[in-house]
């Protein structure tokens, strides 16, 4: 979580509460009155005295490498309100006692830990320094037990946080939407915070996703219900996960942000390459490299990810055009789209020829299937052609644009292409699109959803060469 | 996109379709419709004493269910195809180094400041479009748009970006304001103006048409058939404000011939002094016209072999031909007249009046005490304005010659002018001669008047000129300019002559002067090789 010795915010405090009651109930907490003889040591702990009703006061220590938490209060949350108020206290005022630090020392340090408090953080020191021991000699049961402790103690958090969203949301929905566009989405990110902290990453983004629709032009208070009823959707869908079968369950494990278990199905086919982009995290720290592939065979999409730390590209590059013989196992849920490539036999050799695309009917018809084994689906990966792009007008200078759209060649359907959002693509792509197929038909491949299609690459008729679209 | 009734089956159960299109009639009740929800989550459950969760439930439901059953939307009108452009595309190394060049232009910002050993794209740009072109080549369609973004950054490369984008680029152009520029012509699009043929379209956009447009019409005219523009131009040439007639006028420098005498004649007496004036300068250049020969006829009484006496008057016959009667601050008038009589005379009428010699002897006399710079400044603008190369050649004089003890100007300016007009080898000799005499400081203007790629001896000249720079000790930045032209004007071949130069350069320690000589020799090697290797690329591949 965080280094010894540096002081922690308070938002990180209360991003350790298990719930909403416990939050409200530290921050009470958090102010100098109630304590007394706090202290903490330079080896990462604090502990304090705390009033309560009764006559005694309560111990409470906290160890913050863990963290880890001992209180002698009766309260079964983890931590218990005091100790998230003497971590407020020290967050936000440092702890004084008598012989102690000065207020606004970063480092708690001072006078010795008392015996109470002392005894149990020796203990927990010794523990320590015996499992790491046993953990050098020897793994193997003991390991898969502990992961299993592990996933247990993540689901439990991932719980507590999907209760706390389910509140949130009904709060929403009660106080009605029309206060959204006023109240800015600093609320939302906290939520997304209490997300991330809940180990939910999933959960985080669309709760993120979620503030964001208020500013995001006429038509909100639709987009914005559609989404919260989504995340409602998936936490009732976690909070019942056991009653569900298995390929939804790992669906939805998967869109909260769990690992994705390993063992699916393995097929070996002529592997197409679509596609490849790449996305930057909302704060910049990851990008996530998207792979397209098709089986020419199969004719089943997959979705290979790769992610790149800050500054390094991700690792693993395939040519759009290519045509690679390879086994890909395919992760459960996801709709059976998310894949790793596992082993290559040959080299990549270039494709002779385009896909063979389908209509735009077909298109949003492979969607909606694909929408009921994950319903959380924003598109669906479509080879579409022959089609004719339709670059929208401007009126003025105003961003306010007329769509563009992908229109068969035979008959008069086509899908939009969504010009903003989440989902869009840079402009310039899609001149490119319109400058290759000059009026005349092409075939495009893209990521077709409720939003529209957007396209990614596309191939001039009578020619095999796939020109892939700028993202710059 | 639209919704309409499916049966499709989300795994949350309900199967029961609801159609929320305005087409279809509701045959359920049960479950109320999307716009329903909406409105009812906008004023939120607490005023109706529904419940939240029970809401958002079933927005779940509709929301899925609508997702799963959307429709195509009604296309919108197609647009017209554009034309087919019968050009090849370059071969695929040529598309991609195109590409790359492109690319480049976005990247890292070019131009001053620049450090490393690294080609400066962006510059090369220029190169690819005009060997392209000479190639009859067309742009890949997939990067006319990176192409007309280029054109719309930089001017120059209008006219050798639209040729190459072709009718493709036009037909994007039209859907793009950004890209509004492409149609106009005059900046070398050949936009949209009818054939010279035609006379009711060439007559429709001459009375409606934009200035540019204009501008454009009178230059296709004109290049079709000289007098038709001139027609064209009367017709409208009463009533056009003066800076247009102004712009007109000075439209016809292309192709100046004989036969615009009578319309610049008639010019000379414009209500606008500006367009007097062109006219005038037009008409000098003519050595044919009446106008010269009145030039002529004044400067002979001025200026022969027994010396130099000024005119005495401007009076009103040159007032007409053009002369300007206020000197600017600091010189004299009768000076000053002079110096227009004779810029405007031909040249051609010297040699007789000083007994038969050619110009370099008469521009060599001794001539009478005060006016030599005069005459023979005034002498310089008249074999620029009349191209003439023997005129030229003689008042440059020897290039080895210390330029402060030359026949004619000091002045760089003048002297790249007179450059300009000399053949392009006897440039290329005259320059190379320059620097070996000179060295590099001076030689900037004067290298940018030569033909690109340069000439063995030119090239030879300057890259042992900025290796004896290095070894001197020189500033390396004071010659980043030359190093730069260098770059974009070597001859590609010259690349294995610099490499024992660029190894000599190599630094004994690194930073300081050697090191930055040795990047900036590094990168015109490499650069030079690009050059090479892109000339190769868009060589046509076999049959």
């Known amino acids: 979580m965080t280094e010894q010795g540096v002081r922690w915010t308070a938002e990180q405090v209360l991003a350790l509460a298990p719930d909403d009651a416990s939050r409200k109930a530290g921050a009470r907490l958090g102010g100098a009155g109630p304590w007394s003889q706090t202290g903490g040591s330079a080896s990462g702990a604090v502990w304090g005295l705390c009033k309560g009703s009764g006559s005694k006061p309560?111990?409470?220590?906290?160890?913050?490498?863990?963290?880890?938490?001992?209180?002698?209060?009766?309260?079964?949350?983890?931590?218990?309100?005091?100790?998230?108020?003497?971590?407020?206290?020290?967050?936000?005022?440092?702890?004084?006692d008598a012989a102690g630090a000065p207020a606004g020392d970063g480092t708690p340090d001072g006078a010795p830990a008392p015996d109470w408090a002392g005894e149990w953080l020796?203990?927990?020191?010794?523990?320590?320094?015996?499992?790491?021991?046993?953990?050098?000699?020897?793994?193997?049961?003991a390991d898969a037990e502990a992961a299993r402790k592990r996933a247990e103690r993540r689901a439990a958090r991932i719980g507590a946080g999907v209760a706390e969203l389910e509140q949130r949301l009904a709060d929403l929905v009660r106080g009605g939407l029309a206060g959204q566009e006023r109240a800015g989405y600093a609320a939302w990110e906290e939520t997304a915070a209490r997300m991330v902290d809940a180990q939910a990453p999933g959960l985080a983004a669309r709760v993120r996703e979620l503030g964001t629709i208020p500013?995001?032009?006429?038509?909100?208070?639709?987009?914005?219900?559609?989404?919260?009823?989504?995340?409602?959707?998936?936490?009732?869908?976690?909070?019942?996960?056991?009653?569900?079968?298995?390929?939804?369950?790992?669906?939805?494990?998967?869109?909260?942000?769990?690992?994705?278990?390993?063992?699916?199905?393995?097929?070996?086919?002529?592997?197409?390459?679509?596609?490849?982009?790449?996305?930057?995290?909302?704060?910049?720290?990851?990008?996530?490299?998207?792979?397209?592939?098709?089986?020419?065979?199969?004719?089943?999409?997959?979705?290979?990810?790769?992610?790149?730390?800050?500054?390094?590209?991700?690792?693993?590059?395939?040519?759009?055009?290519?045509?690679?013989?390879a086994e890909a196992r395919f992760r459960p849920g996801s709709a059976g789209l998310r894949a790793d490539l596992t082993?290559?036999?040959?080299?990549?050799?270039?494709?002779?020829?385009?896909?063979?695309g389908v209509s735009t009917g077909a298109a949003l018809e492979a969607y909606g299937a694909a929408l009921r084994e994950d319903p959380w689906l924003e598109s669906w990966p479509v080879v579409l052609g022959p089609v004719v792009p339709i670059p929208g007008g401007r009126q003025g200078d105003q961003p306010g644009e007329a769509a563009w759209q992908l229109a068969d060649v035979e008959g008069t359907s086509a899908l939009p292409v969504p010009l903003t959002g989440a989902g869009s693509r840079p402009r310039a792509g899609l001149w490119q699109l319109a400058a290759l197929s000059g009026g005349g038909p092409v075939t495009v491949f893209g990521e077709c959803g409720h939003r529209g299609f957007t396209p990614l690459t596309v191939w001039q008729p009578d020619s095999s060469e796939p020109v892939v679209l700028t993202s710059a | 996109m639209t919704t309409t009734t499916t049966t499709t089956t989300t795994h949350s159960g309900t199967n029961t379709g609801t159609p929320t299109g305005a087409a279809t009639p509701t045959t359920t009740a049960a479950v109320p419709d999307w716009d329903e929800l909406v409105g009812a989550a906008l004023l939120g459950t607490d005023r109706r004493q529904g419940s939240p969760e029970v809401l958002l439930g079933v927005a779940a439901v509709q929301t899925v269910r609508r997702r799963a059953g959307l429709r195509p939307a009604e296309a919108g009108p197609r647009l017209e195809p554009a034309p087919l452009d019968p050009r090849p595309l370059p071969p695929e190394a040529a598309r991609r180094r195109l590409a790359h060049l492109l690319a480049g232009r976005t990247a890292a910002g070019s131009g001053s400041g620049r450090r490393g050993a690294a080609p400066d794209l962006m510059e090369l740009l220029p190169q690819w479009l005009a060997a392209a072109g000479r190639h009859g080549y067309r742009a890949p369609a997939a990067l006319v748009p990176a192409l007309l973004d280029a054109a719309r950054a930089r001017t120059d490369l209008r006219p050798q970006a639209l040729a190459l984008a072709g009718t493709r680029g036009l037909w994007l152009a039209r859907l793009n304001p950004d890209w509004r520029f492409a149609l106009r012509g005059g900046s070398g699009g050949a936009g949209e103006l009818?054939?010279?043929?035609?006379?009711?379209?060439?007559?429709?956009?001459?009375?409606?048409?934009?200035?540019?447009?204009?501008?454009?019409?009178?230059?296709?005219?004109?290049?079709?058939?000289?007098?038709?523009?001139?027609?064209?131009?009367?017709?409208?040439?009463?009533?056009?404000?003066?800076?247009?007639?102004?712009m007109f006028l000075d439209s016809l420098r292309v192709g100046l011939s004989p036969g615009d005498e009578p319309f610049l004649e008639a010019a000379l007496a414009d209500r606008s002094r500006n367009v007097r004036a062109t006219a005038a300068e037009l008409l000098s250049a003519l050595p044919e016209s009446a106008l010269a020969g009145r030039m002529a006829e004044r400067a002979l009484v001025c200026v022969g072999p027994e010396g130099v006496t000024p005119p005495a008057e401007c009076d009103a016959g040159m007032l007409r031909d053009g002369v300007v009667k206020r000197p600017p601050a600091g010189r004299g008038e009768r000076a000053w007249w002079l110096a227009q009589l004779v810029e405007a005379a031909p040249l051609s009428c010297w040699q007789e009046r000083f007994g038969g010699l050619g110009p370099a002897e008469i521009v060599a006399l001794p001539t009478a005490e005060g006016w030599a710079e005069e005459l023979h400044a005034a002498w310089c603008r008249a074999a620029v304005r009349q191209r003439d190369p023997a005129w030229s050649e003689a008042l440059l004089g020897s290039a080895s010659a210390p330029p402060a003890t030359g026949p004619a100007t000091a002045s760089l300016a003048e002297r790249a002018k007179l450059l300009s007009i000399l053949g392009e080898e006897e440039r290329a000799a005259w320059v190379a001669e320059f620097i070996r005499a000179h060295?590099?400081?001076?030689?900037?203007?004067?290298?940018?008047?030569?033909?690109?790629?340069?000439?063995?001896?030119?090239?030879?000249?300057?890259?042992?000129?900025?290796?004896?720079?290095?070894?001197?000790?020189?500033?390396?930045?004071?010659?980043?300019?030359?190093?730069?032209?260098?770059?974009?004007?070597?001859?590609?071949?010259?690349?294995?002559?610099?490499?024992?130069?660029?190894?000599?350069?190599?630094?004994?320690?690194?930073?300081?002067?050697?090191?930055?000589?040795?990047?900036?020799?590094?990168?015109?090697?490499?650069?030079?090789?690009?050059?090479?290797?892109?000339?190769?690329?868009?060589?046509?591949q076999g049959p």
Not at chain 1, 62 to 74: E, I, N, R
Not at chain 1, 125 to 135: E, I, L
Not at chain 2, 459 to 485: H, I, K, Q, T
């Open chain 1, 343 to 356: 082993e290559r036999f040959a080299a990549a050799e270039p494709c002779g020829a385009a896909p063979t």
């Open chain 1, 122 to 141: 020796a203990e927990r020191a010794a523990k320590a320094a015996r499992t790491a021991a046993d953990r050098s000699a020897q793994a193997g049961p």
């Open chain 2, 439 to 540: 060295g590099l400081s001076e030689a900037f203007q004067l290298l940018g008047v030569c033909v690109v790629p340069w000439a063995g001896e030119l090239g030879r000249a300057v890259v042992e000129a900025l290796d004896s720079a290095r070894e001197a000790g020189g500033y390396p930045w004071s010659f980043s300019g030359v190093m730069g032209l260098a770059e974009r004007c070597l001859d590609p071949a010259e690349a294995g002559l610099l490499d024992a130069v660029a190894v000599a350069a190599a630094p004994a320690e690194p930073g300081g002067a050697a090191a930055y000589w040795s990047e900036a020799f590094q990168r015109l090697v490499a650069t030079l090789r690009l050059r090479a290797t892109m000339h190769a690329e868009l060589t046509p």
């Open chain 1, 215 to 325: 500013s995001c032009g006429a038509g909100w208070p639709a987009r914005m219900l559609e989404e919260a009823a989504l995340l409602h959707l998936l936490d009732r869908a976690w909070l019942g996960i056991s009653a569900l079968p298995e390929p939804l369950a790992s669906t939805v494990r998967g869109r909260v942000g769990l690992p994705s278990g390993a063992g699916g199905e393995v097929v070996r086919d002529r592997w197409l390459v679509l596609a490849q982009y790449d996305t930057a995290s909302p704060d910049g720290r990851l990008t996530t490299r998207r792979i397209w592939l098709r089986g020419l065979a199969s004719g089943r999409p997959a979705l290979v990810l790769d992610f790149g730390p800050p500054g390094r590209p991700p690792g693993l590059a395939l040519p759009v055009g290519l045509v690679l013989d």
């Open chain 1, 58 to 96: 309560y111990r409470t220590v906290v160890d913050l490498s863990g963290p880890a938490y001992k209180c002698s209060c009766p309260s079964r949350k983890f931590p218990c309100k005091h100790a998230l108020g003497l971590l407020l206290l020290w967050a936000t005022e440092g702890l004084a």
């Open chain 2, 194 to 246: 009818p054939a010279p043929t035609d006379a009711a379209g060439v007559e429709r956009l001459w009375q409606e048409g934009l200035f540019a447009e204009r501008v454009a019409l009178l230059g296709a005219v004109r290049a079709h058939e000289a007098a038709a523009a001139l027609r064209l131009l009367s017709t409208t040439w009463s009533t056009e404000r003066a800076e247009d007639r102004l």
